[in-house]
């Protein structure tokens, strides 16, 4: 799938935004953070430590966008859904208060399904 401009920009942005929300001051934090618990996004020959951050800076930025299997390990690791990341949603996560914003039911109401 190719990214327009425009939403591999946006993509950074809510990625930069749901970063520093979750405590990664820096994308070398959030680099040494997704390396500790998935391993290096990329295989690289050179071993540079800053590769991660690279990568990171390169997606923040709007130059490149992850691929899937990083996409959804990202959102793991940054407790946020895909959809937010990709633009599709204004919320980071479906918690149960967005839930009910988004189909006018009540909290009990859902918790009973």
């Given amino acids: 799938m190719e990214y327009s401009d425009n939403s591999k920009q946006q993509f950074g942005l809510r990625l930069q935004k749901i970063r520093i929300q979750k405590g990664f001051k820096t994308q070398t934090e959030l680099g040494d953070a ?5 391993g290096a996004i990329r295989n690289r020959k050179d071993k540079e430590t800053n590769s991660m951050q690279r990568t990171i800076q390169s997606w923040e930025t709007g130059k490149s966008v992850p691929p899937c ?3 959804t390990n990202l959102c793991e690791l940054l407790d946020c859904d895909a ?10 996560t479906h918690d149960l208060n ?16």
């Fill in 34 to 38: 997704y390396k500790n618990k998935f």
């Fill in 69 to 71: 299997t990083v996409l």
């Fill in 98 to 113: 967005f839930i009910c914003n988004q189909t006018h039911l009540e909290e009990k109401t859902i918790l009973s399904s």
């Fill in 83 to 92: 959809d937010y990341l990709l633009g599709r949603l204004d919320n980071s």
